[in-house]
């Protein structure tokens, strides 16, 4: 039922469920780029300073600049104009 469900809400928004789909997996790109840069400093922090605040309080500051990152790098890009004209009202 989920996936169905899943299914018709992406097929309802703009651009069908093609576009939906493609944009999904965009996104799971940036994702996992963005988890892999939080594990490589998170990494960096552990051994170049093992003990101390910036130890603690490290990771978590990395993982909150690149959720920042994430909710302006994972925005939907913006659509192309269309080469046919619209009718005027």
Same mark, same amino acid.
């Given at each position: 039922? /989920?996936?169905?469900?899943?299914? #018709? @809400? /992406?097929?309802? =928004?703009?651009?069908g469920l093609r576009?939906? *789909?493609? /944009?999904?997996s965009r996104r *799971? =790109?940036?994702? $996992?780029?963005?988890?892999? $840069?939080?594990?490589?400093?998170?990494? @960096?922090? =552990?051994?170049? &300073?093992? #003990?101390? +605040? $910036?130890?603690?309080?490290?990771?978590?500051? @990395?993982? @909150?600049? *690149?959720?920042?990152?994430?909710? &302006?790098?994972? =925005?939907?890009? %913006?659509? %192309? +104009?269309?080469? #046919?004209?619209?009718?005027? %009202?």
């Open positions: 039922m /989920l996936v169905g469900l899943t299914l #018709t @809400i /992406l097929s309802i =928004r703009p651009g576009r939906q *789909l493609r /944009l999904a *799971l =790109r940036i994702a $996992i780029v963005l988890g892999g $840069i939080w594990m490589v400093g998170s990494l @960096i922090i =552990r051994v170049v &300073f093992p #003990t101390g +605040p $910036i130890s603690d309080y490290g990771p978590p500051a @990395i993982a @909150i600049l *690149l959720g920042a990152v994430f909710v &302006f790098a994972g =925005r939907d890009p %913006a659509d %192309a +104009p269309s080469s #046919t004209p619209r009718p005027r %009202a």
